[in-house]
């Protein structure tokens, strides 16, 4: 077997280029020109970036959802936003100030979304646009928003403050109007107390007319919109978050009569603050107001 000589072949490299450099005139290279090589990447470019999100977002602090287009919305306290819609369906937006969100609210099957924030301050979502945006913003200065709430098909946004006002937005110029539920003529006239912040607000679906007021301190009120008055209050003295939650019946006086079965469900949000919520509808065909314990 013939053996291979590795060192014939360098020599015979060596020879073709010491030939070949012969024929070509020579240029002379500095001994530091000869060491530098051209680099094309930067530091820049090796930089870390979020390129996907996958799963829950982090600190979650309020959600909404559209039964009609079936679009999940997640508020983060970062001021973070997530849309999630069918399986891979997926956006993220960014509120400017980084404010937590404390509530969202859909205008069911409008493609739009409101979200209040911990500034206090609201901002309506055009959700329709391949990329979410915000087309309209509302800043409270001299009060702190609580609660939120618009009714179904409705352009009047109600905003409830830690004073105990209720203020109403218009969604469509998103400017307020001059209508405002004031704490001290929603209580009883004799009652001197501060009955404390707004802490839920419901409309009554048999009667756009009518809003039903809670208040941080037990107060319950039937607010009638075109008379601005109070049609009924009712005062939950204790509250005991160990205790299974109270029940009440309001029957509601209309042409199609309803008992609205109240659930107080008294949960901490934050310090001081607690909410309840409504759960169920129940119709009857008798008239007249009646409280059920």
Not at 94 to 120: C, K, T
Request: proline residues 4%; aromatic residues 12%; glycine residues 6%.
């Amino acid at each position: 077997m013939k053996k291979f000589n590795i060192r014939k072949v360098l020599d015979g490299l060596k020879e073709a280029s010491s030939s070949s450099s012969s024929s070509t005139p020579s240029v002379q290279v500095g001994p530091q020109e000869n060491n530098l090589i051209q680099e094309t990447l930067q530091s820049e470019h090796f930089q870390l970036c979020k390129t996907v999100r996958h799963g829950f977002p982090h600190q979650p602090s309020s959600m909404a959802f559209d039964p009609v287009q079936k679009i999940l919305a997640i508020g983060t306290q970062s001021g973070a936003l997530r849309l999630f819609g069918r399986p891979g369906v997926e956006c993220y937006c960014q509120h400017e100030s980084g404010a937590a969100v404390i509530q969202l609210q859909f205008l069911i099957n409008e493609g739009a979304l409101v979200s209040a924030l911990a500034d206090d301050s609201v901002h309506l979502w055009n959700l329709r646009q391949k990329r979410p945006a915000v087309l309209h913003s509302l800043k409270f200065n001299r009060e702190r928003i609580t609660f939120c709430h618009l009714p179904f098909q409705s352009k009047w946004l109600y905003i409830g403050t830690e004073r105990g006002n209720i203020h109403i937005v218009n969604v469509e110029s998103f400017m307020l109007s001059g209508y405002v539920i004031m704490w001290n003529k929603a209580i009883e006239l004799s009652s001197k107390s501060h009955p404390g912040p707004v802490v839920h607000i419901s409309d009554n679906p048999m009667d756009e007319g009518k809003l039903i007021i809670g208040f941080e301190s037990g107060i319950v009120v039937l607010w009638d919109l075109k008379s601005k008055k109070a049609d009924y209050r009712y005062t939950y003295d204790e509250v005991d978050f160990h205790d299974l939650p109270e029940l009440c019946f309001l029957k509601v006086k209309c042409l199609l009569k309803m008992y609205i079965l109240l659930r107080f469900n008294f949960n901490i949000i934050r310090p001081g603050t607690c909410f309840f919520s409504f759960f169920s509808f129940f119709y009857n065909t008798i008239g007249g107001w009646q409280l059920i314990l």
